[in-house]
């Protein structure tokens, strides 16, 4: 489905996919913040904007959830501190588990490698049961596979909660202000 490049040193660039989250404060800041700061350790491609309902305790807001594909050198320990430290600039504090977050960042996809570390489970064990994040990954690969499962067959996207911001009437000002910078939303990667 997804493979690595070469570049012309012959240094390894990996595709990998990140789930962006965000239920707290200007949400939509802090997804554009992510994705400006993603834009600086490699290549971008952003999906649509979601809406959807919190997924764990039902006591926090709705979030908006939105997946970027990087093109990146970065290993994925590398790159998970680096997740990381973006989710810290955003002021990310850990309250509860699936609890209110004003960012979070998950490794979705690293390549087609299957990482089992204390620090890292790649595919996100989660990927796959969560239609908040399969609609936006097919955004951006829409005959994607994990494993043998097409992405476009899962069981999730039968009940799915999450929509498209683009598809919702009263969301003019939440959508213009995501697509206010074009040149990374969609945009083709350069070969
Ligand atoms: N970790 C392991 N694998 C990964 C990976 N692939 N990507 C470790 C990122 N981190 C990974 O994560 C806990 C630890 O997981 C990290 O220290 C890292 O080493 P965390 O972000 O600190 O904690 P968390 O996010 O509260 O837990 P978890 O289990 O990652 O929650 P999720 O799965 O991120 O879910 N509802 C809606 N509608 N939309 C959402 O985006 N998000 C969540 C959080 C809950 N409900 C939601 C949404
Ligand atoms: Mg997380």
Redesign the pocket.
């Known amino acids: 489905m997804i493979d690595s490049t070469h570049s012309s040193q012959d240094q390894i660039h990996h595709i990998c996919y990140i789930?962006?989250?965000?239920?707290l404060g200007d949400r939509l800041a802090y997804l554009r913040f992510a994705i400006k700061a993603l834009s600086e350790i490699g290549q971008v491609r952003v999906s649509r904007l979601y809406a959807?309902?919190?997924?764990?305790p039902q006591d926090?807001p709705?979030?908006l959830?939105a997946v970027v594909e990087l093109v990146t050198t970065l290993s994925p320990l590398a790159l998970?501190d680096q997740?990381?430290a973006i989710?810290q600039d955003a002021g990310?504090v850990?309250k509860?588990?699936?609890?209110e977050?004003t960012l979070?960042?998950?490794?979705?996809l690293y390549d087609q490698d299957q990482?089992q570390?204390?620090?890292?489970?790649?595919?996100?064990?989660?990927l796959m049961e969560?239609d908040?994040?399969v609609l936006p990954l097919l955004d951006l690969l829409p005959q994607a596979t994990v494993g043998e499962v097409r992405l476009s067959d899962v069981a999730c996207l039968q009940s799915a909660?999450?929509k498209a911001v683009s598809d919702l009437p009263v969301q003019d000002a939440i959508q213009s202000a995501w697509f206010q910078d074009e040149s990374f939303m969609l945009a083709k990667r350069q070969a």
């Open positions: 789930g962006l989250g965000s239920n959807s309902p919190p997924m764990g926090q709705d979030y959830n998970l997740l990381q989710e990310r850990r509860r588990h699936w609890g977050r979070d960042l998950d490794l979705l990482i570390h204390p620090r890292l489970n790649v595919p996100h064990v989660g969560r908040f994040v909660t999450a």
